[in-house]
C-alpha cells in the first residue's frame, strides 16, 4: 500500500467506481496483456476476482500453482526473471512478505500482492471502495477493527485509513496491536493522526459506522491456534458489540469467515452486512489496480 501515494490511491478508487458503473467501456482496455497469477496459499476470491477482471478486461490470466512449479526446485529471483519475459503484470498470493518483495526487486513487470502475512493490500482497495458506497464523506464516519490488530488484513486497512484520513479505530487485545514499528512509521509521516489503537472494546466501537473482523487464526499461523483463540474470543464481533456503538453500523468481513468464532453468524447475512459487496468489489478495485498499472488510464 505504501508504494502509492494519497493522490494515486485516490485516482484507483475513483477509477474502480468507473469500471464497475460501466464495464463495457473497460472491455477491451487490456486487450494482449497477460497476467501471471502465483499462488503458494489457497485462494477463493484472490484467483476468481482476478481472473473475471483480466478476462473482463480483455486480456488473460495465468493461474500458476507454486507446488506444481519449478519455485520449489529453483531459485526465486531466476523463475520471477523469468516469468516476468512472457507476461505484462504478476499477480502473487504468498506467505512471507518478502518473498513478494523479492519478486518485485527483481521482475521487470509490476507485482501486485495478492496477500501476504502482513499485507493485503487488494482487499483494502475494495474495502475502501465498498465504504465510499455507502458513505459521502469519508471522513466524517468511524471505522472500527475489532480483533486481532496484528492480522494482515487489519495492517492494511491501517495504512489506507492513513493515508486517506480515514478516522480507524482498532480494538484489540494488547498482545495483538500493529506492530509498534508499523505505528512509528506512520507517526514519523505524520499519518497517524487518524487511527487509534485501544483494548478497550466499551470505547473504542461506541459511535462505530462501519464494524470489521478478520480470521482469528490465519493461514500458517496453526500452532499458534490455542493460544490465539482464547486472547480474542472476547474480541468476537457480535449483537452485544453492535449494541455497544449506539448506531446501525455496516459489518464487513474479508471472508473466509469461521463463523461463531471471530464473528456471529447472524451478522453475516443480517440487513446491515455488506460483506458480499466487499467480496464482489475485489474485482472491481483490482480492474482498476491493473488499469492503473499497465497505463490504462
Known amino acids: 500500500m505504501s508504494d502509492l501515494s494519497a493522490k494515486e490511491l485516490r485516482a484507483v478508487l475513483d477509477l474502480a467506481k468507473a469500471v464497475k458503473k460501466d464495464p463495457r467501456s473497460y472491455s477491451k482496455a487490456l486487450e494482449g496483456k497477460e497476467l501471471a497469477m502465483l499462488f503458494q496459499?489457497?485462494?477463493?476470491?484472490?484467483?476468481?476476482?482476478f481472473e473475471v477482471a483480466m478476462h473482463q478486461l480483455g486480456g488473460q490470466a495465468l493461474f500458476l500453482d507454486w507446488r506444481t512449479t519449478n519455485f520449489t526446485l529453483g531459485g526465486l529471483d531466476d523463475e520471477i526473471k523469468s516469468i516476468a519475459r512472457y507476461v505484462d503484470v504478476i499477480m502473487a498470493r504468498v506467505f512471507k512478505h518478502e518473498d513478494v518483495e523479492a519478486m518485485a526487486r527483481v521482475s521487470r513487470v509490476p507485482v501486485i500482492n495478492g496477500l501476504s502475512d502482513t499485507a493485503h493490500p487488494c482487499q483494502a482497495?475494495?474495502?475502501?471502495l465498498t465504504v465510499e458506497e455507502h458513505y459521502l464523506d469519508m471522513k466524517a464516519i468511524k471505522v472500527v477493527f475489532i480483533g486481532d490488530g496484528t492480522d494482515n488484513v487489519c495492517l492494511s486497512l491501517v495504512d489506507i485509513c492513513a493515508l486517506l484520513g480515514v478516522r480507524l479505530t482498532v480494538v484489540c487485545p494488547p498482545a495483538y496491536s500493529p506492530p509498534a514499528a508499523k505505528m512509528a512509521a506512520l507517526e514519523k509521516a505524520k499519518l497517524a493522526r487518524s487511527i487509534t489503537v485501544t483494548a478497550d472494546i466499551d470505547a473504542g466501537v461506541?459511535?462505530?459506522d462501519v464494524l470489521y473482523t478478520d480470521t482469528f487464526v490465519s493461514m500458517g499461523q496453526e500452532n499458534e491456534s490455542e493460544k490465539r483463540l482464547q486472547a480474542l474470543k472476547p474480541y468476537q464481533l457480535n449483537m452485544a458489540v453492535v449494541q455497544k456503538t449506539g448506531k446501525k453500523?455496516?459489518?464487513m468481513h474479508c471472508l473466509p469467515a469461521h463463523k461463531?468464532?471471530?464473528i456471529a453468524s447472524e451478522l453475516i447475512d443480517s440487513p446491515r452486512s455488506i460483506i458480499f459487496d466487499q467480496a464482489e468489489n475485489r474485482m472491481h478495485a483490482q480492474?482498476?489496480?491493473?488499469?492503473?498499472?499497465?497505463g490504462k488510464v
Open 260 to 262: 461463531d468464532v471471530e
Open 206 to 208: 461506541k459511535g462505530a
Open 287 to 294: 480492474k482498476a489496480l491493473l488499469l492503473f498499472l499497465l
Open 41 to 49: 496459499k489457497t485462494s477463493t476470491r484472490t484467483r476468481v476476482s
Open 249 to 251: 453500523p455496516f459489518i
Open 125 to 128: 482497495l475494495a474495502d475502501m
